[in-house]
């Protein structure tokens, strides 16, 4: 290492010699780099889920614009939209076909007393929103009162639920005093505000949730002729419906202002990007904590070398080069922990949270970029370092 | 030689480059010192060899980095045939066996002579000690004295020593004595 790093430099690699010369301080300091880039990497990584999360049903939407309320910014939250615009949106040239969508939230009551949340969706059997091989082949089944599928992802069921309920013994539970009946699962993955989805009929959505009307869905999705240019559909839907109470957005839009509205309004985007930050300044510190201490050990060292003839740049030389082998050193462990964390959490909160390519890239410029930005506060000891104090 | 406070080393840390030179003139090797630059001074400080009262070795590095990094600072030419001069410049000291020693497994007397190679190997034109023997028990300050002026001899070398061992003096082509700040003496022999 020490040959690869002098041919490299063309200097002898004081900066490795001196660190890996105090071996536990050596493994001392890379466990905080390496603790910092775990931080980083799990907010990073509960951001990721995030917005994948939010991706999950729309990327199984069969359709490619939504029209929806215009204080609408997710699928869950917004007024319910007037009906009208559904058949105004059919009239409109490259329209093929238009569906409604009603969402609320449900409380299901767990044996043990505990309660999961469930999205619902209210689709229209004969031209359901989602694609979905489950949902197509239970569709005659949908059309009986008060029967529902569920997300096979959901959080915290039962191991057997799923197993028992695809085996052909439905499960029922009672919620908003209707008792519902589970007839088959489907997936899509539960996100961060609720634990999983159940998708019903649009006539069993309106039982379940009585205070809405057959008349008022929350969104509709238009399909568009093949061949036609979605956004010239969008665009003719816009003209066509009132801007007033309505906005158009193709499915893409409609994600795209859902994922910013959840990470940048909201609380919970901003507490991970905020934890992104704290993990980056809290290697700083650490870093730096390290390198001065380094430089003040080193003084005499410095100094004589000083003395020789060595000019200041020699010595900011010596602290980048510590600083960047504690970035790249420190960084392997934090990676490959933060890939097993990932599973785990993965596994217990069955949120859909993975290692990107880009990620790991981003997380290592982001630690090189810290600890240099740690050697640079670190240099300013190097004043100390004056060789007429040697005598 | 004089006494402690007499100005010695503060002469020394003057003609060595190592402090700002605020009045007067100071001449080493024609150059002239006072106003110098940090880059005239960094450049002066290459053309010198120190050897100071502790051996301020870096303890990281085995002795013949150690000696290495007084090659290093003349650059890339300097450095072609690096190893050649260290592995020589050691073994004239006796050290021959010890090349790859860190610092911490060297005895007193042995980092003193590495600390001697390294301000040697730079072919210096003038080596400047402060107290190099003040460390070391009588054998081996009188080793090391000897080798540095052996060695000075050899190369026309000029060494400035500050020091106030009387057994050393006896080896000693010059003694200039301080007094108060003043030159108060100058024996030639």
Redesign the interface.
């Known amino acids: 290492m020490t040959a690869l790093l002098t041919s490299l430099f ?3 690699p ?1 900066g490795w ?2 660190l ?2 105090n071996r536990t301080r050596f493994a001392a300091a890379l466990a905080g780099v390496a603790f910092a880039n775990i931080l980083i990497f799990m907010q990073l990584g509960f951001l990721g889920a995030l917005i994948e999360s939010i991706k999950l049903p729309y990327r199984l939407m069969d359709g490619q614009i939504l029209v929806q309320a215009s204080d609408a910014n997710t699928l869950q939250d917004g007024s319910p939209l007037p009906r009208q615009r559904m058949y105004q949106a059919l009239a409109v040239p490259g329209v093929v076909d238009v569906t409604p969508l009603y969402y609320g939230r449900l409380d299901w009551k767990q044996p043990d007393g505990t309660i999961r949340t469930l999205d619902v969706f209210g689709v229209d059997p004969n031209a359901p929103v989602f694609r979905s091989d489950a949902l197509l082949a239970a569709r005659d089944q949908l059309k009986l009162a008060d029967v529902a599928l569920i997300d096979r992802r959901t959080r915290n069921i039962p191991e057997d639920l799923i197993p028992a309920i695809e085996a052909g013994t439905p499960y029922t539970f009672e919620a908003n005093s209707r008792t519902v009946t589970v007839v088959g699962a489907f997936e899509i993955g539960g996100g961060f505000s609720a634990d999983g989805y159940l998708v019903v009929s649009d006539q069993t959505f309106l039982r379940l949730f009585k205070q809405r009307v057959a008349g008022a869905p929350n969104h509709v999705l238009v399909r568009v002729a093949p061949g036609v240019d979605v956004e010239t559909v969008a665009a003719a839907l816009r003209a066509s419906l009132p801007a007033s109470d309505t906005v158009v957005r193709t499915i893409e839009q409609a994600q795209d202002k859902d994922q910013s509205f959840q990470t940048t309004q909201k609380p919970i985007g901003i507490i991970f990007g905020f934890g992104v930050v704290i993990g980056g300044l809290v290697g700083i510190i650490i870093v730096y904590q390290v390198l001065s201490t380094d430089v003040a050990d ?1 003084l ?2 410095y ?9 200041q740049r020699f010595f900011l030389g010596i602290v980048f080069e510590e600083a960047v082998i504690l970035a790249l050193f420190g960084f392997i462990p934090g990676v490959l922990i933060a890939l097993g964390l990932y599973q785990v959490v993965a596994i217990v909160t069955g949120l859909p949270i993975a290692m990107s390519l880009t990620r790991p890239v981003f997380v290592l410029i982001a630690t090189i970029a810290m600890c240099t930005i740690s050697g640079a506060i670190a240099t300013r000891r190097l004043a100390n370092a004056d ?2 104090d ?2 | 030689m004089g006494a402690s406070g007499s100005g010695k080393t503060t002469v020394l840390t003057l003609i060595g480059c190592l402090r700002d030179v605020q009045a007067g003139s100071v001449k080493l090797l024609g150059q002239e010192l006072n106003g110098a630059s940090e880059d005239v001074l960094v450049q002066c400080r290459r053309r010198l060899g120190f050897i100071f009262q502790a051996h301020n070795l870096h303890e990281s590095l085995t002795a013949i980095q150690n000696v290495r990094m007084g090659l290093e600072v003349h650059g890339a030419t300097a450095m072609r045939r690096w190893r050649e001069a260290c592995t020589h410049m050691l073994a004239m000291l006796g050290l021959g066996e010890r090349m790859e020693y860190l610092p911490g497994n060297l005895s007193g007397g042995q980092k003193q002579r590495v600390a001697v190679a390294r301000a040697l190997v730079g072919n210096p034109d003038v080596i400047f000690a402060d107290e190099p023997t003040a460390a070391l028990d009588k054998d081996s300050g009188h080793e090391v004295v000897s080798l540095l002026k052996r060695l000075g001899r050899e190369r026309g070398t000029t060494t400035l020593m500050v020091t106030h061992d009387n057994r050393i003096l006896e080896m000693a082509d010059r003694i200039i004595t301080m007094e108060d700040g003043r030159i108060a003496g100058d024996q030639q022999f």
Request: hydrophobic share 40%; no cysteine.
């Open positions: 063309g200097r002898l004081i010699l001196q890996t010369h080193h005499k060292e100094a004589t070398f000083k003395a020789i003839g060595y000019p060789p007429a040697l005598f």
